[in-house]
C-alpha cells in the first residue's frame, strides 16, 4: 500500500496471489479496475491479477495452446488497449525433479507465439510477471556475485572455503542445467522469444548490475546479503526499449516474513 501510494502506478501486475474467485469481492482498489485470473484446481495456489487506471478495451485470461492443466491454474492475463497490450503471467515451475519440463516448454512456446501475435497484430507489447527462470550466471549470486566476493573480500580462510564451494556449484547449475530457473530448456524458451523482437529492460538498461528479485526464504540473512536470484522481467518489444526511462527493483517492500520476491 505504501509503494502504490507514494509511486501512483497507471498499471500494477501482480502474480502468485493465490486466491479464489470469492476472495476478489474484498479488495476495493480505489482508482483502479481490478481484473483477476485464479487457479480453479487448487486452493491457495498461483493466481495473477491485474489493476489498472485506465480501463482496457478488454481482457483475456487464456493462453492459445498452453497445457489444458496449466490453463485452470491462473497463470496469464492480457490486457488490451489502444495500440498496445499488458501481459502479465506466473510462469510454471518445473520443480527440482524435473517433473514439469514437457509441459514448460509447450507453456513457452504458447507464451512466445501469443507475445509475435500481440506484436504483429497490435505493435506494442508489454509482458512482465515471475518468469521462474535465471538467464545467465550473473541473474543467480552464486556465480559471479560470489566470485567478485572471492576476489575483492579480506576473507577468512573457512570463509573462502565456503564461498568456493558456493561459485563451484552455481556453475556447475549453470552449465549442466539440471536444476529447476536453469534449465537448458527453460533458458532456451526464453531467450528464443528475446531473439525474436523483445528486449530484457534491467538488463538492456544495466547490464552489469544484478538485478535480484527473489530470495530463499529458508536462509533469511540470503536478502540482507543480496544473495538472490533474477526471475522476474518486464520484457517489452523492440520498438519500445528506446522509450523507456527507468526500471527499479524495490528490495525493500519484500522484508516482511514469509515474502521470498518483489
Known amino acids: ?39 480453479s484446481v487448487k486452493k491457495g495456489y498461483s493466481g495473477v491479477a491485474i489493476w489498472c487506471k485506465e480501463k482496457p478495451i478488454s481482457v483475456s485470461n487464456e493462453l492459445l495452446g498452453a497445457p489444458p492443466e496449466l490453463q485452470k491454474e491462473g497463470r496469464i492475463l492480457t490486457a488490451y488497449y489502444p495500440g498496445y ?80 564451494k558456493r561459485y563451484r556449484d552455481g556453475k556447475k547449475a549453470i552449465d549442466n542445467g539440471t536444476t529447476a530457473g536453469l534449465r537448458h530448456e527453460e533458458r532456451d524458451g526464453l531467450e528464443r ?19 535480484f528479485t527473489y530470495w530463499d526464504i529458508q536462509k533469511k540473512y540470503f536478502r540482507r546479503s543480496n544473495n538472490g536470484w533474477r526471475i522476474d522481467y ?6 519500445l526499449l528506446p522509450c523507456v526511462e527507468s526500471i527499479n527493483v524495490h528490495k525493500s517492500i519484500g522484508e516482511t516474513p514469509g515474502t521470498t520476491r518483489v
Open 1 to 39: 500500500g505504501k509503494l502504490i501510494g507514494a509511486t501512483v502506478p497507471d498499471i500494477i501486475c501482480l502474480q502468485e496471489t493465490k486466491l479464489q474467485d470469492k476472495h476478489i469481492d474484498c479488495f476495493n482498489i480505489e482508482g483502479y479496475h481490478t481484473y483477476w485470473n485464479n487457479s
Open 85 to 164: 497490450a499488458v501481459v502479465n503471467t506466473y510462469t510454471p515451475n518445473t520443480l527440482r525433479a524435473g517433473k514439469f519440463v514437457g509441459s514448460r516448454q509447450v507453456w513457452d512456446q504458447a507464451i512466445h507465439d501469443h507475445l509475435q501475435t500481440l506484436r504483429a497484430n497490435v505493435g506494442n507489447v508489454i509482458w512482465c510477471g515471475d518468469m521462474n527462470v535465471a538467464r545467465s550466471s550473473k541473474d543467480i549470486h552464486n556465480v559471479e556475485k560470489t566470485k567478485d566476493r572471492i576476489d575483492s573480500d579480506d576473507l577468512t580462510p573457512s570463509k573462502k572455503r565456503q564461498l568456493e
Open 193 to 211: 522469444i528475446l531473439a525474436n523482437g523483445f528486449g530484457d529492460v534491467y538488463r538492456e538498461l544495466y547490464p552489469e548490475d544484478y538485478g
Open 234 to 239: 518486464f520484457i517489452v518489444s523492440d520498438n
